[in-house]
């Protein structure tokens, strides 16, 4: 079955500053990659998602590069601000079947004043 | 719109108890999910339904029945729990159409002592 894996468990960044977060994935028939925002004791919400057609989105301030090749996708935050600290998710789904989800382990992200 | 809601909010058990978590879509939704969250991991996939009277298992089955006798709801039971199921049980759902994006519940904290 499809593996996801993210990097890093924790990132701490000041305001205003970048952050990347990492992931790949094993299943070359995963053709969807949404990321998570999960905040304390809410569930995880959409942020932005890519197909397996399109390298690049952005939305904002959020932005997600795919490489299909290497199998591996990130997500960019830019001018990062206190409200972005959160845990984030990334996954991977196939168009057909279940079409669930499989989510890597997640990255605690802290962004400081 | 409501979403998905989740019904209990959080619910303590006893090792043997058993009990049954309520999911509920309002979105007419095709597809529906049980995914259970462990400290440090991401969301793992239990058991999914792709339409009303059908159900089939994920990744992390064992311990946990399912049903979905209407369309909008999709029930997760635990006939004689254990500690292992301590954890926060998320329900999602999606539609069959283009759209990829699951839309998940907000979540239930489930202790087993």
């Known amino acids: 079955g499809e593996n996801v894996e993210q990097h890093p468990s924790t990132l701490s960044v000041q305001e205003g500053d970048s952050a990347v977060i990492k992931c790949t994935y094993s299943d070359s028939a995963s053709n969807y990659f949404p990321w998570y925002k999960q905040e304390l004791g809410k569930g995880p919400q959409l942020i932005i998602d890519i197909r397996s057609n399109v390298g690049e989105k952005k939305d904002q301030r959020i932005a997600v590069t795919l490489n299909k090749t290497a199998k591996h996708f990130s997500l960019h935050i830019t001018e990062t601000q206190p409200e972005d600290s959160a845990v984030y998710f990334c996954?991977?789904?196939?168009?057909?079947?279940?079409?669930?989800?499989?989510f890597g382990s997640g990255t605690r992200l802290q962004v400081q004043p | 719109n409501a979403g998905v809601t989740q019904t209990p909010k959080f619910r303590v058990l006893k090792t043997g108890q058993s009990m049954t978590l309520l999911c509920a879509q309002d979105?007419?939704?095709?597809?529906m999910y049980w995914y259970r969250q462990d400290p440090g991991m991401g969301l793992r996939l239990i058991h999914y339904s792709v339409g009303e009277g059908t159900t089939a298992k994920g990744e992390v089955p064992d311990g946990y029945n399912v049903s979905r006798l209407k369309k909008q709801n999709f029930l997760l039971g635990l006939e004689s729990a254990a500690p292992s199921q301590t954890s926060v049980y998320f329900c999602?759902?999606?539609?069959?159409?283009?759209?990829?994006?699951?839309?998940f519940g907000p979540g239930t904290r489930l202790t087993v002592t």
């Open positions: 999602a759902s999606r539609s069959q159409g283009p759209s990829y994006e699951q839309y």
């Open positions: 996954a991977a789904s196939m168009a057909t079947g279940r079409r669930a989800l499989t």
């Open positions: 979105m007419n939704h095709e597809y």
